[in-house]
């Protein structure tokens, strides 16, 4: 079973993304997950510019910002409970696996 999944809330706890002053602001939607490279999309988080070339399918062209990826490593799923970041641990019931909070023991699913 997978720790993270794409919709799971994290917040960033280290890199250039990463903030002490403000830790809620640096938190988001994950949008898509790249196991291979361990690098995770988060919504509205390390915006990249993109120059887009005028073409007949885009024709005004110009400059679009997108969510660029963050180090896997980097980012903790926040507890829906607690509304903390923390660590993930899977509960085995019979067949199925349920995800929980290692801080408050609440379930994440």
């Known amino acids: 079973m997978q720790k993270m999944k794409v919709g799971d809330t994290v917040q960033v706890m280290a890199g250039a993304e990463a ?14 997950i790249d196991r291979e ?19 007949p399918q885009n024709p005004e062209g110009g400059i679009v910002e997108k969510p660029g990826t963050i180090a896997l490593a980097n ?6 409970k607690c509304d903390k970041p923390t660590r993930v641990g ?5 067949e199925k696996h349920q995800r929980f909070c290692k801080n408050c023991d609440a379930l994440i699913d």
């Open 19 to 32: 903030s002490e002053k403000t830790p809620a602001t640096k938190r988001g939607k994950v949008l898509k």
């Open 75 to 80: 980012v903790q799923v926040v507890c829906v």
């Open 37 to 55: 490279a361990g690098r995770v999309t988060v919504e509205g988080l390390r915006l990249v510019k993109r120059h887009l070339k005028k073409t």
């Open 90 to 94: 899977i509960k085995t019931e019979g």
